[in-house]
Nanobody, 121 residues
Framework: QVQLVESGGGLVQAGGSLRLSCQAS????????MGWYRQAPRKQRELVAV???????NYADSVKGRFAISRDNAKNTAYLQMNSLKPEDTAVYYC???????????????WGQGTQVTVSS
């Protein structure tokens, strides 16, 4: 079994910052991409940021210049630094990872349980 555990969500005023963490654990062989998605009420889940094992990253246009994704491969952990937060960033943020489990022939997508981020105006 593998598990993604998120932390760092909460309530912040507009203009403030939060840092999300996501740690993968379990029978992991290799972690490919890690990233963050978010889902606001009555909206579809959308990609926020993703980072490859080599460090290259992509961001949604709405967060470019404000959010930064990073990872510590030794700790199987990804981070999302969120600055200049806006009320429209309010959503449940889900950690994502594409991983090879030990003993499996293919990689699969895994999801965290989600962490609420609320930005007040």
């Amino acid at each position: 079994q593998v598990q993604l555990v998120e932390s760092g969500g909460g309530l912040v005023q507009a203009g403030g910052s939060l840092r999300l963490s996501c740690q993968a654990s379990g029978s992991i062989f290799v972690i490919n991409a890690m990233g963050w998605y978010r889902q606001a009420p009555r909206k579809q889940r959308e990609l926020v940021a993703v980072i490859a094992s080599g460090g290259s990253s992509n961001y949604a246009d709405s967060v470019k210049g404000r959010f930064a994704i990073s990872r510590d491969n030794a700790k199987n952990t990804a981070y999302l630094q969120m600055n200049s937060l806006k009320p429209e960033d309010t959503a449940v943020y889900y950690c994502y990872a594409n991983m090879w489990r030990v003993g499996t022939p293919t990689s699969n997508d895994y999801w965290g349980q989600g962490t609420q981020v609320t930005v007040s105006s």
